[in-house]
């Protein structure tokens, strides 16, 4: 390989601004008064705030799990905030009180939130440190029944919804990560979709940390009521920083009978810089049950951006017929590293899992899949496809596929196909000679490899999905 | 006919992996005009054409090359594509995902950028391609295939082709094209050269075999042999070569 391929230049992450906005931070430390005092500010019923507490007491117990195939150092708990407010705090039925600053800081990421700018058939959930700034499009959202919402005012207003769900998927002490943001979880989105209900546009959420030293912990729980259907998306940037910064987030999704959720991600979280100095530390815990009969969740994830990212979205495919998918595009350039894949789990009968990975490595950076496919006994006539493809750009970056299959049924099929590709000097050459520049073939080629996951992205993403990947992919080819 | 001097190279010397390959080669093109660029196997004619594209991995080390006046060197070889130059390759590369339409459409794309001329939608361009491909007789199903994968050495060779027609460079640079072609295709792709001739461009054909030159009227022929052009003359010298092999030329060459 020339050393033309391995050129390295300091990528621009293009929304690495700070807003200088007064927040009220709580001091850095995690004990119970800490959790208390959250619990309080949020206006919190005692229920909450004994399972808040339950979490805590077993996360103590619990060792930081270092199974996954990335390297960091020590994470010091109590060095991080666990809340931190703008402190003008809006009423959230009314844009007007929002402060400015906050609303220019969402339109520079391309969130619009005014009335008059919103994207037209998106209903957005902004979510800036630990609070949700604003909700847009819920009245008429709850025309239809739909309830979108931050997570902190559902615990007040819909406390049986919350209460019956909250941890059914993801319980606090599933694992490490989980059970500390189920002990400190400040917000996130709230969606319940009623019976028989197409959402009649996207829902999204966009997370933004801003604040210093503080961690992000949101949670967002979806539930799809019988025969209905919702597509959700979340986006998420953060400042350009020196210090890794934590996001821990908790994601529960239930489908019940003949119920579809969507779920896609863009991650574009702080990815560090090229020594790997900085970045967010991205350990987040997201699981959907296709509790009912003929229900299907599928995950579309499009991860560019943090240091370490280690998240595996799975799906629990309790009820007959049920369905699971997992489409996956993980970039790692620079220093990134990248633990990410899936776990489909079959326990009904006809249930059916479909997993498409594509992992792109550059520069030094390393990307893994593991994923998980296990028929359970009584998963008669599973079936499960999955597609692992790797593809590296350079010759000092890593590609790594673990992939376990755990069948205890044998009316179950599975087809399991991998492949790696390199993009060579070669490509690039014979795409120069037409006429192009080594930025856009790469472009062009790496989309190419995507094309599969990126068609599962709602329309208005899949384009804001191709250009996060362009920028994530600058200055890896020379 | 004397048109425009298009391509002048001068005393040019390459290497690879710092073995040297050209030794001095002499070499003008005008406008109007076929070059066959003839000799046996290691001569240096690939070499010539891959270093007349710019591919890094060779390095001159001495001489000039014109281009309508301009240094050619000193172009990166988007550039140079920009500016009118097309290699047909002798290897094709394989780009997994991406329709030949799609491709195709962002090289004219980058050429018309470079030329200030609005570039064309999806629409337009294949209104466009069509037009392109009912002249010269092609059927559209390479369009939605994904650029030389899974092609067969024909279909690659013949999609270098139709490349080569739809952008429509000032300069052709065919790197044995011929070989690896039945008749049939041999016929077509020669068919398609030969249409694509005007008074304002140029081809540079680089073979090992006549054959494709009975479909080619070439105005000048060259032997290639060790690094250096060491005879020039009409298509009879092709014939002549055909008849006599190249060793005869070595001898001559080595005594001039």
């Known amino acids: ?478 | 006919m004397t048109g425009n001097v298009l391509l002048q190279i001068t005393d040019l010397h390459a290497s690879v992996e710092g073995r040297e390959i050209l030794k001095g080669v002499d070499l003008t093109v005008k406008t109007g005009e076929v070059h066959a660029i003839m000799g046996p196997n290691g001569s240096g004619k690939s070499t010539l054409a891959q270093v007349l594209a710019g591919h890094p991995a060779y390095t001159v080390t001495a001489g000039q090359v014109l281009y309508e006046g301009k240094d050619l060197l000193a172009m990166a070889p988007e550039q140079r594509a920009r500016e009118g130059v097309f290699l047909a390759f002798q290897y094709p590369v394989a780009i997994r995902g991406i329709t030949n339409a799609y491709f195709l459409r962002a090289a004219v794309n980058a050429i018309r950028k470079h030329k200030g001329v609005e570039e064309l939608g999806p629409v337009e361009f294949m209104d466009a391609l069509e037009e392109k491909l009912k002249a010269i007789g092609w059927d559209s199903s390479y369009l939605t295939r994904p650029v030389n994968d899974g092609f067969s050495g024909g279909e690659k060779k013949r999609n270098e082709i139709l490349q080569l027609a739809v952008l429509d460079p000032k300069l052709a640079i065919l790197d044995e094209t011929d070989s690896g072609l039945d008749i049939d295709a041999l016929k077509t792709v020669a068919q398609t050269v030969d249409k694509l001739r005007r008074p304002d461009n140029a081809t540079v054909l680089v073979t090992h075999y006549y054959r494709i030159l009975t479909h080619i009227q070439p105005d000048v022929v060259h032997v290639l042999a060790a690094g250096r052009i060491v005879k020039s003359g009409g298509k009879d010298l092709a014939l002549e070569l055909e008849e006599k092999g190249y060793d005869w030329l070595r001898t001559e060459a080595a005594v001039a």
């Open chain 1, 1 to 478: 390989m020339s050393s033309g391929i391995e050129a390295q230049v300091l990528q621009p992450y293009k929304y690495g601004f700070v807003t200088d906005i007064e927040s009220e931070t709580v001091p850095p430390g995690l004990s119970e008064d800490v959790i208390r005092l959250i619990s309080q500010k949020k206006g919190e019923p005692a229920w909450m705030l004994d399972w808040r507490l339950k979490a805590y007491r077993n996360w103590l117990k619990m060792p930081e799990p270092h199974w996954a195939n990335v390297q960091y150092g020590p994470v010091d708990y109590q060095a991080i905030s666990y809340y931190a407010a703008p402190k003008q705090r809006p009423k959230l039925d009314s844009l007007d009180q929002v402060d400015p600053k906050l609303l220019e800081t969402f339109e520079k990421l391309g969130i619009p939130i005014e009335e008059r700018k919103r994207l037209a058939g998106v209903a957005v959930d902004a979510v800036f440190d630990s609070v949700s700034v604003a909700t847009t499009f819920r009245e008429e959202l709850k025309k239809h029944g739909v309830i979108f919402c931050a997570i902190s005012e559902a615990i007040r207003e819909y406390p049986d919804l919350v209460r019956q769900y909250l941890g059914s998927v993801v319980p606090y002490n599933d694992n490490f990560f989980a059970a500390l943001n189920s002990a400190v979880f400040t917000d996130g989105s709230f969606v319940y979709v009623p019976t028989g209900v197409r959402c009649p546009m996207e829902l999204s959420t966009y997370f933004r940390i801003n604040a210093e030293s503080t961690g992000q912990f949101e949670r967002t729980l979806i539930i799809a009521d019988e025969g209905s259907h919702v597509s959700y998306l979340e986006g998420c940037s953060a400042p350009v920083r020196n210090e890794n910064q934590l996001h821990a987030a908790v994601v529960e999704l239930v489908a019940l009978d003949r119920a579809t959720i969507k779920y896609s991600t863009i991650q574009n979280w702080y990815p560090g810089d090229e020594e790997g100095r900085g970045g967010i530390y991205n350990f987040v815990t997201k699981r959907g049950a296709c509790r009912g009969r003929a229900s299907k969740i599928s995950w579309t994830q499009v991860e560019t951006g943090s240091a370490i990212t280690w998240k595996y979205p799975g799906c629990i495919l309790q009820g007959d017929d049920s369905i699971g998918e997992f489409y996956s595009v993980a970039v790692t350039n620079h220093r990134q590293q990248a633990d990410t894949g899936t776990k489909m789990i079959h326990m009904g009968k006809n249930t059916r899992s479909t997993i498409v990975s594509k992992g792109i490595s550059a520069g030094r950076g390393q990307n893994t899949y593991r994923g998980l496919v296990k028929i359970l006994k009584g998963a008669e006539q599973a079936r499960n496809y999955s597609q692992c493809d790797s593809m590296l750009i350079g010759d000092k970056c890593g590609a790594h596929t673990f992939p376990y299959i755990d069948v205890r049924n044998s009316s179950a099929i599975m087809e399991h196909e991998a492949s790696t590709s390199k993009i060579g000097e070669d490509q690039i050459f014979y795409a120069k000679q037409r006429g192009l520049s080594a930025e856009d073939a790469v472009s062009m080629i790496v989309n190419g490899f995507c094309k599969e996951v990126f068609k599962e992205l709602p329309m208005e993403f899949a384009v804001e999905a191709q250009r996060l990947l362009g920028i994530s992919l600058e200055g890896s080819v020379g």
